[in-house]
């Protein structure tokens, strides 16, 4: 990490002879780029990317540059390093649409907003296709057949396969290769984003800006405006998305210099949102089922209900009944409930307290409340930051230190395999209203494990299950700082 960020220093100055005043590692999402924001004397900002994958920052670079020669509002590009690994881009800020949506709700000017985003969209579609060498593109050059099915597949292992409802595997896959076939003969294939959601899109001096586009190739002009309108997370209203969809149609007129099939067009459209809807859904079951992460956990049920409100209401165009069952019974109401999480709420008397503690020097935290019991998880079996001297004068609370536990040692599956067990004990008192849970993390000098866990579980348990809590790092007066 630290010969990273000397890379990065010495690239920015190299393209602009200036020093940088700090640096700031964005944290990471679903892929393995990390992004650094950097201030240079007078405040100004730039982003970093670094990633290994050469292929993938080149695919990036291309686009960029294509992009930015059709008036896309896409980032500059600075400066490159000679292997590829790092590359300096302009900054739009953290504001994305998806952060308007939820901050001010579906007013006039995020529709605007939203207008602006689709229009730009098509501009980006029908013209880059005018000049892209799609042999640059980081997998398929295609999202077709094979694509489309790779999606239902998805859907497939990490979310319908979970539920462990019975059905006839090979009249699916013959229901998945109708899909494929019908959606890939479509009558406009242009450039298709791949990614187009409203958290890809960010607002800055009033205007829209792209990015994240790398995993681009060709495909239906459908895929992208069906990603950003049946976006779970924004929950736009069906009149938002009739009117935003006509007026994407209306550009795309513009552009072709003909008017398409609509009727045509919104049938495909509503296949391809349905192949998004699922895709979604298959993302959600591998980050919450499986990594356990609870914002993608909390987001299923939502995700089921807008795939249970387009079941009734749209159609695609196509028959595939075997299919059509298992949806029906994948959004049923009772399978939905397995989802929907137990929510604390201001009446609910539970209080959990999550403590930090040094073994050598406080031992195990006594429970003061009548309850007694708890959890002590020992954090000595993961790699101890405070033998590295850089880190010894730091604690879990610092970013140095939390990058490191993150990437360089075990504790995200030691943190994923505790949340599974405190799960159980926090939904179980929060529906008997009992008032009192104790969870203590303990590790040698309880300045920088304990410290990062007991500070990553008080976070999840906000975030999944909204509980009141009580964070201690008891051993805070003896830290060497």
């Not at 730039?46 to 686009?63: H, V």
């Not at 187009?196 to 992208?224: C, E, P, T, W």
């Not at 059509?324 to 109401?333: M, P, S």
Request: aromatic share 14%.
């Amino acid at each position: 990490m630290n010969q990273v960020i000397e890379d990065i220093k010495a690239l920015f100055f190299q393209c602009t002879n200036i020093a940088l005043s700090h640096i700031e590692k964005i944290p990471q999402s679903g892929s393995d780029r990390m992004y650094f924001r950097l201030y240079d004397s007078d405040q100004k900002s730039y982003i970093a990317t670094y990633s290994l994958n050469i292929k993938e920052n080149k695919t990036f670079l291309y686009f960029t540059k294509l992009f930015q020669s059709i008036s896309s509002p896409v980032p500059e590009i600075y400066a490159v390093n000679e292997e590829y690994t790092i590359y300096l881009q302009e900054d739009f800020g953290d504001n994305s649409l998806l952060f308007e949506l939820e901050k001010n709700g579906q007013t006039e000017l995020t529709f605007e907003f939203f207008k602006k985003s689709v229009k730009a969209l098509a501009n980006l579609q029908i013209n880059a296709d005018k000049k892209i060498d799609y042999s640059q593109c980081i997998t398929s050059r295609e999202f077709g057949q094979q694509a489309i099915i790779s999606d239902l597949l998805y859907f497939k292992y990490y979310f319908l396969d979970t539920l462990k409802i019975p059905y006839d595997k090979e009249a699916l896959l013959n229901d998945f290769e109708a899909i494929g076939n019908y959606l890939s003969h479509v009558d406009h294939k242009h450039f298709m984003f791949r990614d187009f959601q409203s958290r890809n899109i960010i607002i800055k001096n009033g205007d829209v800006h792209f990015i994240d586009y790398q995993g681009g190739m060709k495909g239906a002009l459908q895929y992208d405006v069906a990603s950003l309108l049946w976006q779970a997370k924004a929950n736009l209203s069906e009149d938002w998305k009739n009117k935003l969809l006509d007026y994407y149609m209306d550009c795309v007129d513009e552009l072709l210099g003909k008017e398409i099939n609509r009727d045509l067009f919104i049938n495909q459209y509503n296949g391809y949102v349905l192949i998004r809807l699922l895709q979604v859904l298959g993302a959600y079951g591998f980050r919450g089922l499986f990594e356990r992460k609870a914002h993608f956990l909390s987001s299923i049920p939502l995700a089921l209900k807008n795939l249970k409100w387009f079941l009734s209401n749209k159609k695609i165009g196509i028959s595939f009944p075997v299919f059509e069952k298992l949806l029906n019974q994948v959004t049923a109401d009772e399978t939905i409930r397995q989802f929907e999480i137990t929510k604390a709420t201001s009446e609910t008397p539970l209080t959990v307290r999550i403590n930090s503690f040094s073994y050598l020097k406080n031992g195990y935290p006594k429970d003061e409340t009548s309850n007694g019991g708890g959890y002590v998880f020992d954090c000595r079996g993961i790699l101890n930051p405070g033998r590295i001297e850089e880190y010894k004068k730091q604690t879990g609370q610092d970013k140095p230190v939390k990058d490191y536990l993150e990437q360089q040692t075990n504790m995200p599956a030691f943190l994923n395999s505790i949340y599974d067990i405190v799960d159980i004990s926090v939904e179980n008192y929060i529906n008997r209203r009992f008032e009192h849970l104790d969870i203590n993390f303990g590790c040698t000098g309880g300045q920088h494990r304990s410290v990062y866990a007991a500070e990553a579980l008080n976070r999840y348990l906000k975030n999944k299950f909204g509980v009141k809590t009580i964070l201690q790092h008891l051993n805070k007066n003896n830290w060497a700082l």
